[in-house]
């Protein structure tokens, strides 16, 4: 979540918190809204967060609430919190870390390219997921996995047509390796072309540069 859509969200659940009457249950829908946002975009270790969990669970002071946005609200509008938070940066180091291990295997000539490509649509996978639950993009009946990450993604308007399509490739390419269709992929460059695809993807939504 980018930091202007965080206060355009922020300011949202502030303008509801002013329209709650004192003791409504609304309250708990924006104590745990307001403790989602901080624990995905900022993390669970932030102070923002944990005074929100010393509200009283039974009965939530909406001003309290209230007053802990506008606090963060005034934090992000000094300056203090990047596009992509510590929690964030951390989740894609780890993404571009496996894709590094992918290469390392398709430059060794010993191990069949299934093994990259497998490692490469998990890590796609993965990276597909975190940016699903940032978002809060609800997957209704589908299944958890890449193509139905990908669809509710471009639903949402979050990946373009041809992002797509690629990661439509993409799945097909981990699909056969997965059942092991080893003739089809077999072709060592075509693999490659997979990894250097997924690390512009993920450079390009997220992950930092390795």
Same mark, same amino acid.
């Given at each position: 979540m980018q930091v202007d859509k965080a206060v355009k969200y922020i300011r949202k659940l502030i303008v509801e918190a002013e329209k709650i009457d004192p003791g409504s249950?609304?309250?708990h829908s924006l104590a745990a809204r307001a403790k989602e946002f901080f624990r995905v975009y900022i993390g669970d270790e932030s102070e923002f967060y944990t005074s929100?969990?010393?509200l009283d669970d039974k009965n939530p002071d909406k001003d309290a609430i209230s007053n802990i946005l506008i606090g963060f609200l005034e934090f992000v509008e000094e300056g203090f919190v990047e596009?992509?938070?510590p929690l964030q940066q951390a989740e894609d180091k780890i993404?571009?870390?496996f894709l590094e291990q992918a290469r390392v295997l398709l430059n060794d000539k010993k191990v069949h390219p299934a093994a990259a490509i497998v490692l490469i649509g +998990?890590?796609?996978? =993965?990276?597909? +997921?975190?940016?699903? =639950?940032r978002e809060n993009v609800k997957m209704g009946n589908l299944k958890a996995g890449?193509?139905?990450y990908a669809k509710k993604l471009y639903e949402n308007k979050l990946l373009t047509s041809q992002d797509n399509k690629d990661i439509l490739a993409w799945a097909g390419l981990r699909n056969e390796a997965a059942h092991g269709k080893w003739d089809?992929?077999?072709n060592r460059e075509r693999a490659k072309i997979m990894l250097e695809s997924v690390n512009l993807f993920v450079r390009r939504y997220g992950a930092e540069e390795n």
């Open positions: 249950p609304k309250a929100l969990l010393f596009d992509f938070t993404v571009s870390d +998990a890590t796609l996978e =993965e990276f597909l +997921a975190k940016w699903v =639950e890449i193509s139905n089809e992929i077999s």
